[in-house]
């Protein structure tokens, strides 16, 4: 099962220095353990800051990774424009981080990450998930979002944008599941996205 998705930034971005990294759009899937045992004991404002700092220690860790695989791979990150969404996706960066038990999350977990331009996509899921199928559904609704989100362009925001991800996680994760797409499902659901993105 997939614990989280996340879309943040990687680069310096307007107000925030290089080291720092922004959570634009976060969705968790089930309810965390810790969520579960710390329910008695916070109120829920102080249990959202504590969910959001754990999401805030992903984005961090996976900003790091970017930019060390960028640094390591001497590439130079250019500015694509609106329309060259299938370009960026093929020249981004993609890994894969091991977290261990509390860091963040109660159990172990593996976060995989796409890094496009100066934003990354992550997924992070539960150890025993196939970690290939994960993958193509990331690179998938990162493909899908950049697309239909418009990300790419310029005064594009994710924060108002929010349920148009929702319904991209809806259709292509849905609950937290990976699905096995075969090529007629996957162009059926790739039709029922555009729909509902053209509304």
Not at 25 to 48: A, I, N, Q, W
Request: proline share 3%; hydrophobic share 40%; aromatic share 4%.
């Amino acid at each position: 099962m997939v614990v989280c998705f996340l879309i943040h930034t990687v680069g310096a971005v307007g107000a925030l220095s290089p080291c720092e990294s922004r959570v634009l759009y976060s969705r968790v899937f089930g309810v965390e353990e810790e969520d579960e045992e710390l329910s008695g004991e916070l109120e829920p404002e102080k249990r959202r800051l504590a969910r959001k700092e754990r999401l805030g220690v992903v984005a961090r860790q996976v900003r790091s990774a970017v930019c060390l695989s960028r640094e390591a791979s001497g590439s130079v990150c250019v500015e694509a424009v609106l329309g060259e969404e299938a370009v960026a996706l093929g020249e981004a960066e993609c890994g894969v981080l091991s977290l261990g038990r509390g860091e963040p999350f109660a159990g172990p977990s593996v976060a995989l990450w796409l890094g496009v331009q100066a934003m990354a996509f992550t997924m992070v899921c539960q150890p025993h998930e196939n970690l290939l199928l994960a993958e193509g559904t990331l690179r998938n609704l990162t493909r899908h979002c950049l697309e239909e989100l418009r990300l790419l362009g310029t005064g594009s925001e994710v924060l108002l944008k929010s349920d148009r991800v929702d319904a991209m996680l809806q259709r292509l994760l849905p609950h937290g599941q990976l699905l096995f797409l075969n090529n007629r499902f996957a162009q059926n659901l790739d039709k029922e996205l555009s729909s509902y993105m053209s509304k």
